[in-house]
């Protein structure tokens, strides 16, 4: 499936966001979702997760604060950022897995990934 990210822009802190990615392909089945944020020369973090089941999980930089969701009749899944941070501001990307009967089997996309900059 491809992802299609948007919805990033340029922010003050306290302000709010909110991140879409679009599938190309049926999410409904079996297909986990998240949000990861890269910044220059640091690893890619993983901010929040949801499963085909719509259990979530958060960083714990962002409890409290993001919200994840997904609409399946739309394949899209939704990152709510709301009292953003200048330690917020990363390149933010859609990554979804496909979960097969043997994990071996699992197919991963990666979306394009989308600038959040939040000023102080």
């Known amino acids: 499936v491809q992802l299609q990210a948007s919805g990033g822009g340029l922010v003050q802190a306290g302000g709010s966001l909110r991140l879409s990615c679009a599938a190309s392909?049926?999410?409904?089945?079996?297909?986990?979702m998240a949000w990861y944020r890269q910044t220059p020369g640091k690893q890619r973090e993983l901010v929040a997760t949801i499963t085909s089941d719509r259990s979530t999980n958060y960083a714990n930089s962002v409890v409290g604060r993001f919200s994840i969701s997904r609409d399946n009749s739309k394949n899209t899944v939704y990152l709510q950022m709301n009292s953003l941070k200048p330690e917020d501001t990363a390149v933010y990307y859609c990554?979804?897995?496909?979960?097969?009967?043997?994990?071996?089997?699992?197919?991963?996309?990666w979306g394009q990934g989308t600038q959040v900059t939040v000023s102080s």
């Open positions: 990554y979804a897995v496909r979960r097969a009967l043997s994990p071996k089997y699992d197919r991963e996309s």
């Open positions: 392909g049926d999410i409904s089945s079996r297909t986990d």
